[in-house]
């Protein structure tokens, strides 16, 4: 006896011909119950006299999909998956599928081969509460720069990291540079590029990295960092994310980058950070990319300012405060740099200067607005000498130095070494000026008046 699957629909149809069969019900009362127009009741109904129950259901159940994939597709879908494509994400496996061997497939019927091949796994995501953030109307407005560290190269290159800058208002990925680690002179370098090509932002949206924040000993957030001083000075607002979901945009495109940039590189054999960077900024791969994630502006309009009358160099650099010694000369990472004589501004011993450190490691000197002249002499013991690299917003110091105890400050700090209490002790009595000895005369002077007073003693007064 074969077996009849019917769902409910057709079950409720059921009950309602065998009444409108016994004559219990008109087929008018019939197409109203079962919701149904009275032509399409009678094409059911001659369905049901003709077939019994089976002619309720329908004709296409338990038949293969017209519409399903074919064999052989599947078949070499798999194939790709366990061996050339090996590791790509459903997404980008469907689209090189599409380009290469113009057939499609879906990104779910994808999903659905690789899990039968054990390529793909399901994982489950515990929900969160989140509170979406309304978009910026306008591109220039807000850009989120974020660091990527990843095997980019898949063991044919050194472990690196990309420094994505990415639009707010339309998700477009306008700079991509690979650089070795995530450190200011690489953001830096990649910023100036950056600034260079599509001009100044209104506001930078970046998290609470070590490059972009100073997060110790710093609990009012009155010191700056390196990158915040920069953009400080280009008038750039720099906004701090606490949370990675903060700043979504930016980590969804480190996500769908690492799927199919990877890809994509693998593909063009790309084995180098100097090569990666030749595809992604000079090839047609951003073009291509943000053709299909990018979305249109709300509003028209470029918020980018003009960078063209800052001088970039003497900006994106570190900036570092030292005192100028008796002898002309500043200490700066174990160099000795000696001033020159004529200079274009006047200084003395103890006047505060700025060392700029270029993001090609060339230095310069500078007090206020003049450059000074000077050459590097020496080179002093390593470790004693011992940068800031925060600058403090507050009035009296504008650049990276502090104004604490040696032994206080060394402690306080990243840079400097740290050193035990006894260290400290010996170090601040090695900075209290000892009053100097007194010279023979004044000794003399001093033991004459002492005699006057012992043979001259003052009467005493009733």
């Given at each position: 006896m074969d077996k009849l699957?019917?769902?409910?629909?057709?079950?409720?149809?059921?009950?309602?011909?065998?009444?409108?069969?016994?004559?219990?019900?008109?087929?008018?009362?019939?197409?109203?119950?079962?919701?149904?127009?009275?032509?399409?009741l009678r094409t059911k109904y001659n369905r049901f006299l003709k077939e019994g129950d089976r002619g309720l259901t329908h004709k296409n159940r338990g038949k293969p999909s017209p519409n399903r994939l074919n064999a052989k597709d599947v078949a070499l879908f798999a194939k790709l998956i366990k061996g050339e494509w090996k590791g790509f994400w459903p997404t980008i496996a469907t689209d090189l599928f599409e380009e290469e061997y113009k057939k499609k497939i879906s990104a779910e019927s994808a999903r659905q081969i690789m899990i039968a091949i054990g390529e793909w796994q399901v994982g489950k995501r515990k929900p969160y509460h989140r509170k979406r953030r309304p978009r910026k109307t306008v591109i220039g407005m807000m850009i989120q720069l974020d660091g990527s560290p990843h095997d980019w190269f898949e063991?044919?290159?050194?472990?690196?990291?990309?420094?994505?800058?990415?639009?707010?208002?339309?998700?477009?990925?306008?700079?991509?540079?690979?650089?070795?680690?995530?450190?200011?002179?690489?953001?830096?370098?990649?910023?100036?590029?950056?600034?260079?090509?599509?001009?100044?932002?209104?506001?930078?949206?970046?998290?609470?990295?070590?490059?972009?924040?100073?997060?110790?000993?710093?609990?009012?957030r009155?010191?700056?960092?390196?990158?915040?001083?920069?953009?400080?000075?280009?008038?750039?607002?720099?906004?701090?994310?606490?949370?990675?979901?903060?700043?979504?945009?930016?980590?969804?495109a480190n996500q769908t980058l690492q799927r199919r940039l990877v890809a994509r590189m693998r593909l063009?054999?790309?084995?180098?950070?100097?090569?990666?960077?030749?595809?992604?900024q000079k090839g047609n791969y951003l073009q291509k990319h943000n053709g299909r994630f990018s979305i249109d502006a709300e509003k028209a309009g470029n918020a980018h300012l003009s960078a063209k009358e800052y001088n970039l160099n003497n900006i994106l650099c570190q900036k570092n405060i030292r005192i100028v010694t008796n002898d002309f000369t500043i200490s700066y990472k174990t160099r000795?740099?000696?001033?020159?004589?004529?200079?274009?501004?006047?200084?003395?011993?103890?006047?505060?200067?700025?060392?700029?450190?270029?993001?090609?490691?060339?230095?310069?000197?500078?007090?206020?607005?003049?450059?000074?002249?000077?050459?590097?002499?020496?080179?002093?013991?390593?470790?004693?000498?011992?940068?800031?690299?925060?600058?403090n917003s507050g009035k009296g110091v504008e650049v990276g130095i502090s104004l604490k105890n040696p032994a206080d400050q060394a402690s306080d700090t990243d840079n400097g070494p740290l050193l035990t209490q006894p260290q400290k002790r010996r170090a601040r009595k090695s900075s209290i000026k000892k009053p100097k000895p007194a010279s023979e005369t004044a000794r003399r002077w001093n033991g004459s008046l002492s005699k006057k007073k012992q043979h001259n003693p003052q009467p005493k007064t009733n």
């Amino acid at each position: 006896m074969d077996k009849l699957i019917m769902n409910r629909k057709e079950r409720k149809q059921l009950v309602v011909f065998e009444q409108l069969k016994d004559d219990k019900l008109t087929k008018v009362q019939a197409s109203k119950i079962l919701g149904i127009s009275p032509r399409w009741l009678r094409t059911k109904y001659n369905r049901f006299l003709k077939e019994g129950d089976r002619g309720l259901t329908h004709k296409n159940r338990g038949k293969p999909s017209p519409n399903r994939l074919n064999a052989k597709d599947v078949a070499l879908f798999a194939k790709l998956i366990k061996g050339e494509w090996k590791g790509f994400w459903p997404t980008i496996a469907t689209d090189l599928f599409e380009e290469e061997y113009k057939k499609k497939i879906s990104a779910e019927s994808a999903r659905q081969i690789m899990i039968a091949i054990g390529e793909w796994q399901v994982g489950k995501r515990k929900p969160y509460h989140r509170k979406r953030r309304p978009r910026k109307t306008v591109i220039g407005m807000m850009i989120q720069l974020d660091g990527s560290p990843h095997d980019w190269f898949e063991g044919r290159g050194p472990a690196c990291t990309l420094l994505v800058f990415i639009d707010d208002a339309t998700s477009q990925i306008l700079w991509l540079e690979f650089v070795k680690s995530e450190s200011f002179v690489a953001v830096a370098r990649a910023t100036k590029n950056y600034l260079e090509r599509y001009g100044l932002p209104s506001s930078i949206y970046v998290d609470y990295g070590s490059v972009f924040s100073v997060n110790t000993n710093n609990p009012e957030r009155d010191k700056l960092s390196q990158f915040e001083r920069a953009m400080k000075e280009l008038g750039i607002r720099v906004i701090h994310a606490r949370s990675p979901q903060a700043k979504g945009r930016v980590e969804r495109a480190n996500q769908t980058l690492q799927r199919r940039l990877v890809a994509r590189m693998r593909l063009a054999k790309i084995s180098s950070i100097e090569e990666g960077n030749i595809f992604v900024q000079k090839g047609n791969y951003l073009q291509k990319h943000n053709g299909r994630f990018s979305i249109d502006a709300e509003k028209a309009g470029n918020a980018h300012l003009s960078a063209k009358e800052y001088n970039l160099n003497n900006i994106l650099c570190q900036k570092n405060i030292r005192i100028v010694t008796n002898d002309f000369t500043i200490s700066y990472k174990t160099r000795i740099l000696q001033l020159e004589k004529h200079q274009p501004a006047i200084v003395r011993p103890k006047s505060r200067v700025v060392v700029y450190e270029h993001l090609d490691s060339s230095l310069s000197i500078h007090i206020g607005r003049s450059k000074l002249h000077f050459t590097q002499i020496g080179i002093g013991k390593k470790g004693k000498i011992s940068p800031v690299d925060y600058v403090n917003s507050g009035k009296g110091v504008e650049v990276g130095i502090s104004l604490k105890n040696p032994a206080d400050q060394a402690s306080d700090t990243d840079n400097g070494p740290l050193l035990t209490q006894p260290q400290k002790r010996r170090a601040r009595k090695s900075s209290i000026k000892k009053p100097k000895p007194a010279s023979e005369t004044a000794r003399r002077w001093n033991g004459s008046l002492s005699k006057k007073k012992q043979h001259n003693p003052q009467p005493k007064t009733n």
